[in-house]
């Protein structure tokens, strides 16, 4: 064979190699699927735009019906008003695929709570995608026969470093924490749906290299609410690493979705199931019978999956 073919014959398969990704998307066949996606945007910094354009991509076969963001989905450190360019540049052009088109549900991360923070729900008036009613909020979906609610809290109010720091975060001491605590209990004590998510940008248990008192404060006042009632999982972002970890006692699986900015190293903590430094998203599936949420590399890969079931 001629040394050009081989040259030819080898790049495909160091392309090949490259670009693993999953094959078999039957998976997601007749499943009611979300991606779970935080930290993108910040003009495209680290794998952000190669991650998008990977969702994007694998939408086309597993068509997501939205994108669960928790928090910092565009870094909006400084951001004044929806007329501001760095919206547009932060969040709109950089997720251009077609497939990315969908509803995107957000929450804030201490990264909006630098800017102004009525902006961020502003933003739902002007934006293509962007879906943001409240501060926090709920949601009820049926689809494949499934019935899911899904409950997106504003945690930063909840935790005392960022109640504190009056300047730097001057709207997160404002909010009454005890209110929106009620309301949460309130709205988990009435659901009824197959399948319930909780939502926020912090973690409750995982690892956290940037200040543990973030997680002592959550396990105070958010976590027995969560095992008060039926919470199938705790889902957040913040600490830029895949986590997935059980706790005694409790019968929720606390989710941590890595970032498409920069990873960080990552330390198991007691009920460690799982925990990965690799840059990436999550998708979510569900029917009636079955919860799966699948962690994926940003080449692709399925590097754990999750699963609840009946």
Not at 55 to 82: N, Q, W
Request: aromatic share 10%.
């Amino acid at each position: 064979m001629k040394l050009k073919n081989l040259l030819t014959l080898l790049f495909i398969f160091i392309g090949a190699v490259a670009s693993a990704q999953i094959r078999d998307y039957s998976i997601f066949d007749k499943k009611f699927n979300f991606y779970i996606a935080n930290d993108l945007g910040r003009n495209g910094y680290y794998d952000q735009k190669p991650i998008a354009e990977l969702m994007g991509t694998m939408g086309e076969e597993i068509g997501p019906e939205f994108v669960l963001a928790p928090g910092d989905i565009h870094h909006f450190e400084g951001v004044r008003s929806v007329d501001d360019p760095l919206w547009m540049t932060n969040f709109e052009l950089i997720y251009s695929h077609p497939e990315l088109m969908i509803d995107w549900y957000p929450v804030l991360g201490n990264h909006e709570y630098r800017g102004n923070t009525q902006a961020v729900l502003d933003y739902s008036r002007v934006s293509r995608r962007w879906t943001m009613p409240a501060r926090y909020y709920t949601k009820t979906f049926e689809e494949k026969g499934a019935t899911i609610r899904i409950v997106w809290i504003d945690t930063a109010p909840l935790i005392d470093k960022y109640r504190n720091e009056t300047e730097t975060y001057p709207d997160a001491c404002r909010q009454d924490m005890n209110g929106q605590l009620a309301w949460l209990d309130s709205v988990l004590t009435a659901a009824k749906e197959d399948w319930v998510i909780v939502a926020g940008h912090h973690p409750i248990y995982a690892e956290t290299p940037k200040d543990q008192s973030e997680r002592g404060d959550l396990q105070k006042r958010l976590d027995p609410i969560l095992r008060k009632h039926k919470v199938d999982m705790y889902i957040c972002g913040h600490i830029h690493n895949f986590q997935h970890i059980r706790v005694p006692g409790s019968d929720t699986d606390y989710i941590v979705n890595s970032a498409g900015s920069l990873a960080r190293k990552v330390k198991p903590v007691e009920g460690t199931q799982f925990c990965s430094p690799e840059p990436g998203f999550s998708v979510c599936s569900a029917d009636k019978k079955e919860l799966n949420l699948r962690m994926i590399d940003k080449k692709g890969n399925i590097l754990y999956t999750v699963t609840r079931k009946k």
